[in-house]
């Protein structure tokens, strides 16, 4: 669970602005997007968002996660994520949008906007990590974009990313977990535990089961964990 805290503080010092993607695509439409997180417990790193064709893949329901994805969900590393963005030419643009709030990004009942290019025929995607779970995030994966001036508002729901065991405990967990929903410092680890490792694919988290650290009462949830608002502007 490596690099939680460097990435996080990295986008705190971005927090005005928006990283996005060298070269955008000529005669593009930009497009708004609003990430709202409905949970009253799960803090949600900054959505790692890309527009891009069918050749790139950030994640898929039933498929081994990506090596992005599984930093995003173990350890709320984003740079992978930007990596691979920069590296595809199938990504068209990207965005790493951080919220005023601060570190993490997105608290309960927050929201954050940001505005994203995409040419025409291009999908959307995104990913967040769910802070206090094992290997837990949310997002959208190769959404179409609306062609008119309408908006479009889907409901999110939780992924559990297949890659390590859902042990709920504070030792496993991301330190920033236990002290952002108010158990004080309770340890952690910003190293990911072989011994966990999990050969599985993505597929709808189970929640909060309570059998750690974790209390379902607080950083448990229904689903959906959030909204995502997607709006036409030019």
């Known amino acids: 669970m490596r690099k939680l805290l460097l990435a996080l503080a990295a986008v705190t010092l971005a927090a005005t602005t928006l990283a996005t993607a060298a070269g955008a695509v000529p005669a593009a439409t930009t497009y708004e997007i609003t990430v709202t997180n409905l949970t009253t417990g799960q803090w949600l790193t900054p ?13 898929s329901v039933g498929n081994s996660a990506t090596v992005a994805t599984k930093e995003i969900a173990e350890n709320g590393n984003l740079d992978s994520a930007v990596g691979a963005f920069e590296a595809s ?19 309960p009942g927050a ?52 890659t390590e065991i859902n042990t709920e405990a504070w030792a496993d967990l991301v330190p920033p977990c236990a002290q952002l929903t108010g158990f004080g410092d309770q340890g952690g680890t910003a190293v990911s535990n072989p011994a966990l490792f999990e050969n599985g694919v993505i597929v709808h988290h189970p929640g909060i089961a309570g ?17 995502i608002e997607i709006r036409r502007v030019r």
């Open 211 to 227: 059998v750690g650290d974790l209390d379902p009462g607080t950083h448990g949830w229904t689903n959906p964990v959030g909204t």
């Open 111 to 162: 929201s954050v906007t940001f505005e994203i290019t995409a040419p025409h025929g291009a999908v959307f995607s995104f990913a967040s990590m769910l802070i206090c779970t094992n290997d837990g995030f949310t997002g959208v994966d190769s959404m179409r974009l609306p062609s008119g001036h309408q908006s479009q508002v889907h409901e999110l729901v939780a992924y559990d990313a297949g």
């Open 47 to 59: 959505p790692a968002a890309a527009t891009h064709g069918s050749k790139f893949d950030l994640w």
């Open 89 to 107: 030419p199938f990504v068209f643009a990207w965005k790493v949008a951080p919220s005023p709030t601060g570190p993490p990004p997105l608290a």
